[in-house]
Antibody, heavy 123, light 107 residues
Framework: QVQLQQSGPGLVKPSQTLSLTCVIS??????????WSWIRQSPSRGLEWLGR?????????DYAVSVKSRITINPDTSKNQFSLQLNSVTPEDTAVYYC?????????????WGQGTLVTVSS | DIQMTQSPSSLSASVGDRVTITCRAS??????LNWYQHKPGKAPKLLIY???RLQSGVPSRFSGSGSGTDFTLTISSLQPEDFATYSC?????????FGQGTKLEIK
């Protein structure tokens, strides 16, 4: 059974960096059939995919255009986890953030999710 | 980006009713369509993947159909625990995009 455990602060000041971590159990971050994503949910934007990291003989990342200039998703194989950094945040980045596994065996789908972290951007 | 449009946005129904939710993609996505259920304070739960495949552990009253641009999620006989929000999501290409959600409420 795969489990994803998120951690990170719930309050970030405007212009600062949002940082979250997702620890994986029951799978590995360097899986050859999965990718590891961050998704957020807010009343104004609904569910929004932010980006992913995955390993296919080498590491790949891709990001949503809406955050591409500000986002970094990094795997950490030594701790079997991956992280999200979102720079220069504004109140519009206030949302519940989820990490999720994107399984890619038959189609692609988010089958396991973290518990969610409400991040508020406010001074 | 591929836009996903769900209808209706909200729906009132009774326990035992058959309910259908529709999702339309702005371009063909073959069968790369997934359905999720979400409840307040909980992470979304995968119900259906690849348009019609039931995720392990999901009750058989849930079913999905469609291909190309038009898809449906059907709940054959609503149970009290099914009152929630349902979202579709395309996995044809990045950025992966979600529908705006359909809130299913008790009549």
């Amino acid at each position: 059974q795969v489990q994803l455990q998120q951690s990170g602060p719930g309050l970030v000041k405007p212009s600062q960096t949002l940082s979250l971590t997702c620890v994986i159990s029951g799978d590995t971050v360097s899986s050859n059939s999965a990718a590891w994503s961050w998704i957020r949910q807010s009343p104004s934007r609904g569910l929004e995919w932010l980006g992913r990291t995955f390993y296919r003989s080498k590491w790949y990342n891709d990001y949503a255009v809406s955050v591409k200039s500000r986002i970094t998703i990094n795997p950490d194989t030594s701790k079997n986890q991956f992280s999200l950094q979102l720079n220069s945040v504004t109140p519009e980045d206030t949302a519940v953030y989820y990490c999720a596994r994107l399984e890619q065996l038959v189609g692609s789908y988010f089958d396991y999710w973290g518990q969610g972290t409400l991040v508020t951007v406010s001074s | 980006d591929i836009q996903m449009t769900q209808s209706p946005s909200s729906l009132s129904a009774s326990v035992g009713d058959r309910v259908t939710i529709t999702c339309r993609a702005s371009q063909s996505i073959s069968s790369y369509l997934n359905w999720y259920q979400h409840k307040p304070g909980k992470a979304p739960k995968l119900l259906i993947y690849a348009a019609s495949r039931l995720q392990s552990g999901v009750p058989s009253r849930f079913s999905g159909s469609g291909s190309g641009t038009d898809f449906t999620l059907t709940i054959s006989s609503l149970q009290p625990e099914d009152f929630a929000t349902y979202s579709c999501q395309q996995s044809h290409s990045t950025p992966y995009t979600f529908g705006q959600g359909t809130k299913l409420e008790i009549k």
